[in-house]
């Protein structure tokens, strides 16, 4: 039965970029946004650095995914790659829980006590709504398909224990001397 579901779970990795590819259009905007469109300055928006190691290591364990699943070797690393899929929808669903509040804040024009991101998009021109939604939207997203994925990746990973036909793997007797 696992061995069926390599393939299909390297397939559904590689459709896991789609909410992926939204969560990331959506932080590039507000990165835009937040540096000026100053290349040099994204490295000092410490707010927004969490959200792009994010990004980063869940396109890292998408590619090892699909990578270990055409190679069928999903048996070899399910658990770990299970572990970091928790740790990375944790983490989606942690900041999607804050780009939440900074949609509502946006929306209703509220300074949150010591969010700078809310504090810098509230003096824009433009409505930051459209690209707040989009990242929230796929955190969201990336996080639920993790959860699927995840299933598929411990169905593909375990394999059900081969018995032997031959007698002695019936059960030892124990030897008395």
Not at 45 to 50: E, K, N, R, S, W
Not at 59 to 79: C, D, P, T, Y
Not at 132 to 138: D, E, P, S
Request: hydrophobic share 55%; net charge positive; proline share 3%.
């Amino acid at each position: 039965m696992a061995k069926g579901l390599n393939i299909p779970t390297a397939m559904m990795a590689l459709l896991g970029i789609a909410p992926w590819a939204v969560y990331l259009g959506g932080l590039a905007k507000l990165t835009d946004v937040l540096t000026d469109f100053d290349f040099r300055q994204v490295t000092k928006q410490y707010v927004i650095m969490l959200e792009w190691y994010i990004v980063s290591s869940q396109l890292i364990n998408l590619i090892i995914i699909v990578i270990l699943g055409f190679a069928n070797g999903l048996h070899r690393a399910h658990s770990f790659l299970n572990m970091f899929l928790a740790v990375a929808s944790t983490l989606m669903i942690l900041q999607a829980t804050l780009r939440v509040q900074e949609i509502n804040a946006v929306r209703d024009g509220i300074v949150l006590p010591g969010d700078a991101v809310v504090t810098r998009l509230l003096g824009m021109k433009d409505s930051p709504l459209p690209y707040l939604r989009a990242m929230a939207t796929g955190q969201i997203a990336t996080a639920t398909w993790n959860f699927f994925l995840a299933i598929l990746i411990s169905f593909a990973g375990t394999e059900a224990a081969v018995r032997s036909k031959s007698p002695d793997a019936q059960g030892q007797k124990a030897m008395m001397a």
